[in-house]
């Protein structure tokens, strides 16, 4: 038997950090396993994915354009695959390959309410992409008493919102929490605080209590930056991978995550 390998498949996926955090994680756990990067062109996904055990891995992250996918080719699928029709993270076991979406658990870990989201707490997520389909959807199974979604192109939203039995708003509007899962800000120099509320229909919103951007790059992006003058907590996209990480390793695993390791490795690569 060869060395464990993981990986994360994507196309493109050379930005990832997520080897950098993966394999800071394994040598804190002293697993002598080892994560990596694989590009994956779309028409060969599945037929790899799915041969991946023969050469030795146990298990892969999965991000754009694969992860519905990977939840397609799945034997399995947790709930949270299921309901959002995505995956993140496939675990191959005893021949079988496993679905699940840490995207949005990682999520609730990083606002601190893996436990349960604060009663009565209000919640509006910007987008309706995969992201997006994962935050609501954990909002709404943590118990947040109203989660609404919203989009530039309003159909994508209102379509969303029905799948995940949530509420479409046709325009955001304030609440006590904000995720971004839109590309907004996504790619270097982000276009400038007021373009980018713009973009997102937050122009003369106020600050929500907690806002959780979850595009990140080397510096904080505008979104956020707005939100910490507004007096925001500000949950970081950051914190989100390493927290989305850190559930799929345990997952392989079968051990605790070193959370602290990875985030470290995350922020420094
Ligand atoms: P998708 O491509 O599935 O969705 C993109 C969303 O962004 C759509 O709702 C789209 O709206 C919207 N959008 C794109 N451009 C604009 C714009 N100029 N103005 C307004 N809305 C816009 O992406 P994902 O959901 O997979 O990811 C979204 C972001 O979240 C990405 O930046 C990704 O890097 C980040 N992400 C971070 C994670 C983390 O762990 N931190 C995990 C997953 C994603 P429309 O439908 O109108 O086109």
Request: charged share 20%; with cysteine; aromatic share 4%.
């Amino acid at each position: 038997m060869g060395r464990t390998l993981l990986g994360i498949a994507g196309f493109p996926v050379a930005h990832s950090r997520s080897p950098a955090m993966q394999n800071a994680a394994l040598r804190e756990l002293e697993l002598d396993w080892l994560y990596v990067a694989l590009p994956l062109v779309p028409e060969r996904f599945a037929e790899t994915a799915s041969s991946l055990a023969a050469s030795g891995y146990r298990g892969i992250n999965v991000t754009i354009p694969h992860k519905a996918a990977a939840h397609d080719l799945a034997d399995e699928r947790t709930a949270a695959a299921t309901a959002i029709g995505a995956a993140n993270t496939l675990t191959y076991e005893d021949g079988r390959i496993e679905a699940d979406n840490t995207d949005a658990g990682g999520l609730l870990d990083a606002l601190g309410w893996s436990g349960g989201a604060p009663a009565g707490v209000d919640c509006l997520v910007l987008g309706a992409g995969g992201s997006a389909g994962a935050a609501a959807w954990a909002l709404r199974e943590a118990g947040a008493a109203r989660v609404s979604v919203w989009n530039r192109t309003a159909e994508r939203a209102a379509d969303l919102a029905a799948d995940l039995g949530v509420r479409h708003a046709d325009r955001p509007r304030s609440a006590d929490l904000i995720v971004n899962c839109t590309s907004v800000g996504l790619g270097g120099e982000p276009p400038g605080q007021e373009a980018a509320l713009g973009a997102v229909g937050l122009a003369g919103i106020g600050p929500p209590a907690t806002f959780c951007d979850l595009v990140y790059g080397s510096e904080p992006t505008a979104l956020a930056r707005w939100a910490e003058r507004g007096g925001s907590r500000v949950v970081d996209g950051l914190e989100v991978l390493v927290r989305q990480g850190a559930r799929s390793l345990e997952r392989w695993t079968e051990r605790p995550a070193p959370v602290d390791a990875m985030r470290a490795a995350a922020r420094a690569s």
